[in-house]
């Protein structure tokens, strides 16, 4: 069997955490220098697919809308997102790692299909929380794959997302009856609950990470 080969690496910002782009094939994976695992692969992406699919469906009646994704990954989610909605939409992907979009832009584009190329998205690189600060009544659909999901794996600073008073800036920078959608790794009642409180509708939909029905069980929670 091929073996990986390392095609760049990038350090995230206020981190100094070191991502790995690896190829073997026509399968890519980003890991975490340091730790054994990956945080994605190309090969299992269906929970990052239905996070899009599950939030945009809910936009049809939307002449214009405008979505927010918090962490471009591999593109699927945008890809996805895309392919969801109609030519009048407008999808911006907040990157915080510069390096993640120019993989994207580069050989790691094609494991998605280049989604950056369709003229309907936009990249924003700096940090989805302060966006989401700055951004009051904007978005129809906020989906947020930052992280591990409410149990932080790569930047501490990402935890705030998944507060109180995180979900009330993500609903403050929503436009009226638009949703939010959160990825997750694994279930957590507690942010169950946090949405909840926040009087949000809370639907927490289990996904799988690979494509038809198989891989680890993933979460995403529909809240509006």
Known sequence: MARFELLGTATIPGKGTQ???LQRNDEFSIKIAGTTGELMN????????????????????HPAPRVLIGGLGMGFTLAAAL????????????????????????????????????????????DVVQLIRNSASTFDAILLDIDNGPEGL???????LYTTAGIE???AALRPDGILAYWSAGQDPAFTERLK???????????????????????IWLAW
Do not use: I, M
């Open 154 to 160: 790569t930047r501490k600073e990402n935890d705030w």
């Open 169 to 171: 800036a993500a609903q």
């Open 83 to 126: 392919q969801s909605l109609g030519d009048s939409a407008e999808v911006t992907v907040a990157e915080l790692v510069p390096e993640v979009e120019a993989w994207n832009r580069g050989p790691l584009g094609s494991a998605a299909g280049y989604p950056l190329n369709d003229s309907r998205a936009r990249v924003h690189v700096g």
């Open 19 to 21: 991502l790995r782009l």
């Open 197 to 219: 409180r926040a009087g949000l509708s809370v639907d927490p939909v289990t996904v799988r990470a690979h494509r038809p029905g198989k891989g680890a069980r993933h979460v």
């Open 42 to 61: 190309s090969r299992l992406h269906g929970s990052e697919d239905a996070l899009a699919t599950l939030a945009c469906e809910r936009l049809a009646d």
